[in-house]
Structure formats: structure tokens, C-alpha cells
């Protein structure tokens, strides 16, 4: 599915429910309380990986189990993330297939200071 179609799904949902009319402030706010429930649900990875570590399992075992037990909710979170995005999109005149390919694009030519080590490898070495 592309981003314009997924707004123009989320526009006839929105619309079909008397929410079309909501003020973006509304809809910015309804999104930081998903993120805030994504949030949540990551936390359960976390803790389930360190769960799992607890009972003897080898670190990368323990996170592909907890990936395994959590996922499916973490999914949904993250759906509800993006469909709430694309109705802040629609309230704002925002074209979210432009906005996605100018934003890749400019992310292609830029280049990041770091100390030698991606986030992820710093992450790595602390999980």
C-alpha cells in the first residue's frame, strides 16, 4: 500500500465517523498517546528479554523469544501510530508520499558525525 492510498482509506474513515473534523492539535494529541501506548509495549520486549535472561537463555534467544511473545502488539501499536500520522497528514494538507521521498531523499545526501560506532552498535553493547 502507498502513503496516498493509506490517507485516502484513513479520510473515508475519519469521514464516515464524524471525525474528518478534528482539529489537528486534537489529532497530534491522540497521537502521543499511541506513541505513548508503543512505548509501552516495547518496554515489554525489553523486560521480557530480561526476563528470559534471568533464566539462564542466551542473550540473543531471549530477545528473539520476546520478539516472538510481544510483536503482535507492538504491530498494532505501531499501526495505530501510523494511521493516527496519516489523519495529522490529512488535517494538515500534508502529501505524506512527497513528504516521505523529499525527507529520503535529503537523508541520501547528508552524512552524520559519530564517533565511529552506530546508535545501534552502541546500543548493542549495552543490551
Not at 492510498?5 to 486534537?26: C, H
Request: glycine share 4%.
Amino acid at each position: 500500500m502507498h502513503l496516498s492510498e493509506l490517507q485516502q482509506r484513513q479520510r473515508a474513515f475519519d469521514s464516515q465517523r464524524g471525525w474528518a473534523e478534528n482539529p489537528f492539535e486534537v489529532l497530534f494529541l491522540y497521537l502521543a498517546e499511541e506513541v505513548g501506548e508503543l512505548s509501552s509495549s516495547l518496554q515489554k520486549i525489553w523486560k521480557a528479554t530480561d526476563r528470559l535472561m534471568d533464566g539462564q537463555c542466551e542473550p540473543r534467544a531471549a530477545r528473539q523469544e520476546a520478539m516472538r511473545l510481544c510483536t503482535q502488539e507492538a504491530g498494532s501499536e505501531m499501526a495505530d501510530c501510523l494511521l493516527l500520522l496519516a489523519s495529522l497528514a490529512n488535517a494538515t494538507g500534508v502529501d505524506l508520499d512527497a513528504a516521505v521521498d523529499a525527507k529520503l531523499r535529503r537523508n541520501e545526501q547528508r552524512t552524520w558525525a559519530c564517533d565511529g560506532r552506530s546508535k545501534a552498535d552502541q546500543l548493542r553493547a549495552v543490551l
